[in-house]
């Protein structure tokens, strides 16, 4: 039988194929004894260039790769390892371009058992990672259209909220008008103390549209899931079918998870938008519940695939049930794939971004599913030890307004917001000169900038941002208290490099009372 083999010089294979072979010294940058002669293909360098020294291995690497690499060397040689597997890293060849290699190695030692070379292979996958980044970015782009189409949503139920709002604003600032006129102060009193209560429902949902928009950084904090759902439910029930009945199980008190707010905002849209798409035209039940609950070693076998690894302990449970089409196997064989996009009763976009939405707050999804029978997606997160976050500062105290004095600069460039915020820091006995916008701001500041107290500033302004006014202030006077007001969260709106005692974060709208806190806090409490 052995006649009948082939006469296949393997050597000959391996060495003209893409798999490099080196042996490296157990030396200050690695020198090399051996190189393949495919080398020259993948670095461009002779082997000839590798064992004289003329190329010292370590200088090919990327700088930045360098000390990653080095490190693993360094781990494998003190976990006394015989083999062991490099995180791909980039090297540059000898015209300039930079590849990623993949690279397998083992540790000779000697009698003594001391490490005195490293033999193994590096093959190019530049090709490979190149592929990985561009699904990156179109998975990327995908999340980003999932969001806005979400978002749609979203701008529906708020629209419809906001007209609510509006008509109980523009209804009570009448009534106040009229019982002024005829010399009723309680009534009047009243409504416009209505009028306060609902501007700040019109302010707690921009700011659920602004976390939920926002491209930025990511908050992460403990998060009472009944509460985010019960808000974005409220958003979407005139979104929804109009012949779905939305039963809602929302316990208050269970642990809280830790977790973003807007994207759990963007999970419970989609899975809510889906299911009121799987009901189509007829009528039936969409149930969201949320509880506490142990899960098993059993049962987490049967976690999407794609989640996990999960430990069976006790998870927060978010389900979304509906009574609406189904799907078939095939489809929830796909269900979660990236570039899954094809539309089909009851289900679209979306669910590609729940996936990794959960991945990311290392939890997990149980999907349960059959034609004419439902859909039923229960997602299950690790609870964390901290309480949830109040969204809103506590309500303020009735203690008596602390009195200021001294001049204080306001830096607005909005006429309206200019006006009552002179007001407002009138009536807590401060004199009050206004700027027009940062530039305005820095040349009163260069010329008086001893005589003020603090600043007021905003930071979306023309011409010079309130960031770019602050790091100017900040030159010319480092310690002065600035007051930074933003209609987004504290973390888009300063820069960590930024953040020191005598600056302060004021979010838009604010009440008088928010303001009078955030000048305590930026003044160190002094009048």
Known sequence: MDS?????????????????????????????????????????????AFVSGE?????????????????????????????????????????????????????????????THFHGYVIDITAQVEAQEENRRLAQQLLQAQKLESLGILAGGLAHDFNNVLTGVMGHAALARFAHEDGRPEQALESMEQVEALSLQAADLC???????????????????????REVASMLQVAISKKAELVLELPEGLTAILG???????????????????????SGTIQVRVSEREVGAAELAELTPGCGPLEPGRYLSLLVEDDGVGMSAETKERLFEPFYTTKFAGR???????????????????LRSREGEGTRFELVFPPCDAPALPDHEPEVSDRPLPKGGGTVLLVDDEAILRQVGGRLLGLLGYEVELAVDGMDALEKLRDHGERYRFVVLDQAMPRLSGRETLQELRQLLPELPVILCSGYNQEQAIDADQEGASLEFLQKPYRLEQLTRAIERATGGSK
Not at 19 to 41: I, Q
Not at 85 to 111: K, S
Not at 359 to 365: A, D, V, W
């Open 4 to 48: 009948l083999q082939p006469n296949v010089d393997e050597r000959e294979i391996f060495t003209r194929g893409p798999v490099v072979v080196f042996k490296w010294r157990n030396e200050p940058g690695w020198p090399v004894d051996y190189a393949s002669r495919n080398v020259l293909d993948v670095f461009g360098y002779t082997t000839d």
């Open 55 to 115: 190329v010292a291995y370590s200088d090919l690497v990327d700088s930045e790769d360098l000390k990653r690499v080095g490190a693993e060397v360094q781990a494998a040689c003190e976990a006394g390892a015989s083999e062991f597997t490099h995180e791909p890293y980039r090297v540059r060849r000898a015209d300039g371009q930079q590849i990623w290699l993949f690279d397998h190695t083992n540790l000779i030692r000697d009698e003594a058992g001391e490490i």
């Open 207 to 229: 700011k659920q549209l602004l976390a939920y928009s926002g491209r930025g950084k990511f908050v992460v904090r403990p998060l009472d899931v009944s509460r985010v759902v």
């Open 260 to 282: 973003d707010r807007a994207q759990l905002q963007q999970i419970v849209m989609n899975l809510l938008s889906n299911a009121s798409d799987a009901l189509g035209e007829a």
């Open 348 to 366: 679209g976009l979306g669910l590609a971004a729940v996936l990794g939405i959960i991945r990311s707050h290392q939890g997990g999804i149980f």
